[in-house]
C-alpha cells in the first residue's frame, strides 16, 4: 500500500530508537485474538515487513461473529488489514472487493488499497511496549480496534464514531457490482499529486498540511492516522501477550443483521 509505507517511515524512526536492536527473537510468542463484529463474513490478511515471518498463511477466512487466535512471534513486524467481498471459487479466478491480494493466504503479498491499515511493531521482550497504530493513509474499508486483553484504557485504539463508507464523497468512492460504495479512497490515492500526497517539495511538516478529505477521514476516525504528518501521533505502546483486534467494532459502515445482540461479541 504505497503512501502507506511513508507512515511506516516515520514510525520505525521512532520505534527504532526505542526498540532495542540487538533483541533477538526467542520461542515466546503473543496472541492475535481477531473478532470479525461485521454482520458478513470477511478475510483478515496479514503481510510482514522485510525479514519477518509470514503469519496465518498470511490470510485466512473469518465468518461473521466468530474469532480466531492466531500465534505471533515476539519480535514481529508488520501490517494487518480486511478483505471483504472475496470469491474463491476453483472455477474462476480469486478476487476481493477491497483489500485483494490475489490469493486466500497472501503469503507476503501486500493487499490492494483502499484498505484500513493495522501497523503492528511486537517488542522481542513481552514485559516492554509493543507499538501499533491504525493508518487510513491509502483509505477506508471498514473500521478497526485494538486492545490488550486484560483490557488498558490508555492501550486502546478504538472505531470509528461515524460511518466513513456512508459520507465518502463520489470522487473518493469504491462502488461494486450492485452500485454499494465497499470503500474510500485517500486524497492521495485517488488523485495521486504532491500536495496530497506529502512528497517531494510537500514531504515536510509544514507543507505538508490536513486538507479536506483528510480531515473528513479523521472527523470520523479521530483515533486513526488520516495523513502522514498526523499530530498528536495516534501511535499507541503498550506491553501485553494478547491483543484483541476487531473488525467492526461499533457497526459504522455496515448493516446491522435484525435479530442479533451484537453486544455478546
Same mark, same amino acid.
Given at each position: 500500500? %504505497?503512501?502507506?509505507?511513508?507512515?511506516?517511515?516515520?514510525?520505525?524512526? $521512532?520505534?527504532?530508537?526505542?526498540?532495542?536492536?540487538?533483541?533477538?527473537?526467542?520461542?515466546?510468542? @503473543?496472541?492475535?485474538? /481477531?473478532?470479525?463484529?461485521?454482520?458478513?463474513?470477511?478475510?483478515?490478511?496479514?503481510?510482514?515487513?522485510?525479514?519477518?515471518?509470514?503469519?496465518?498463511?498470511?490470510?485466512?477466512y $473469518?465468518?461473521?461473529a466468530?474469532?480466531?487466535?492466531?500465534?505471533v512471534?515476539?519480535?514481529w513486524?508488520?501490517?494487518?488489514?480486511?478483505?471483504? =467481498?472475496?470469491? /474463491?471459487?476453483?472455477n474462476?479466478?480469486?478476487?476481493?472487493?477491497?483489500?485483494?491480494? =490475489?490469493?486466500?493466504?497472501?503469503?507476503?503479498l501486500?493487499?490492494?488499497?483502499?484498505?484500513?491499515? $493495522?501497523?503492528?511493531?511486537?517488542?522481542?521482550?513481552?514485559? %516492554?511496549?509493543?507499538?501499533?497504530?491504525i493508518?487510513?493513509?491509502? =483509505?477506508?474499508? $471498514?473500521?478497526?480496534?485494538?486492545?490488550?486483553?486484560?483490557?488498558?484504557?490508555?492501550?486502546?485504539? +478504538?472505531?470509528?464514531?461515524?460511518?466513513?463508507?456512508?459520507?465518502?464523497?463520489?470522487?473518493?468512492?469504491?462502488?461494486?457490482?450492485?452500485? %454499494? @460504495?465497499?470503500?474510500?479512497?485517500?486524497?492521495?490515492?485517488?488523485?495521486?499529486? !504532491?500536495?496530497?500526497?506529502?512528497?517531494?517539495?510537500?514531504?515536510? +511538516?509544514?507543507? *505538508? %498540511?490536513?486538507?479536506?478529505?483528510?480531515?473528513? /477521514?479523521? !472527523?470520523? *476516525?479521530?483515533?486513526?492516522?488520516?495523513?502522514?504528518?498526523?499530530?498528536?501521533?495516534?501511535?499507541?505502546?503498550?506491553?501485553?501477550?494478547?491483543?484483541?483486534?476487531?473488525?467492526?467494532?461499533?457497526?459504522?459502515?455496515?448493516?446491522?443483521? +435484525?435479530?442479533?445482540n451484537?453486544?455478546?461479541?
Open positions: 500500500m %504505497k503512501s502507506s509505507d511513508l507512515i511506516s517511515s516515520f514510525s520505525l524512526i $521512532l520505534i527504532g530508537l526505542l526498540l532495542s536492536p540487538g533483541s533477538t527473537v526467542v520461542a515466546e510468542q @503473543v496472541t492475535f485474538n /481477531f473478532l470479525n463484529r461485521c454482520p458478513f463474513s470477511m478475510w483478515p490478511a496479514m503481510a510482514p515487513n522485510t525479514g519477518q515471518p509470514v503469519i496465518a498463511e498470511g490470510g485466512f $473469518l465468518q461473521w466468530s474469532r480466531k487466535l492466531v500465534s512471534p515476539l519480535g513486524k508488520g501490517r494487518i488489514w480486511a478483505r471483504t =467481498g472475496c470469491s /474463491f471459487a476453483s474462476r479466478p480469486p478476487t476481493c472487493e477491497t483489500g485483494d491480494c =490475489g490469493q486466500l493466504g497472501c503469503r507476503g501486500i493487499g490492494t488499497p483502499p484498505a484500513t491499515l $493495522l501497523q503492528v511493531w511486537l517488542h522481542a521482550d513481552e514485559a %516492554k511496549p509493543s507499538f501499533y497504530d493508518s487510513l493513509v491509502d =483509505g477506508f474499508n $471498514l473500521p478497526i480496534s485494538v486492545q490488550t486483553r486484560p483490557t488498558q484504557p490508555e492501550c486502546e485504539i +478504538p472505531g470509528c464514531s461515524k460511518p466513513l463508507n456512508s459520507l465518502c464523497p463520489k470522487e473518493l468512492q469504491v462502488v461494486n457490482g450492485k452500485g %454499494k @460504495v465497499v470503500a474510500c479512497k485517500s486524497a492521495c490515492l485517488a488523485f495521486d499529486t !504532491d500536495e496530497y500526497c506529502c512528497r517531494n517539495e510537500y514531504a515536510t +511538516p509544514d507543507k *505538508c %498540511k490536513p486538507n479536506v478529505y483528510s480531515r473528513l /477521514f479523521k !472527523d470520523a *476516525c479521530p483515533g486513526y492516522y488520516s495523513d502522514p504528518y498526523d499530530s498528536p501521533r495516534p501511535l499507541v505502546s503498550c506491553a501485553s501477550k494478547e491483543f484483541e483486534i476487531i473488525f467492526c467494532p461499533n457497526f459504522w459502515g455496515v448493516e446491522q443483521v +435484525p435479530g442479533w451484537y453486544t455478546d461479541y
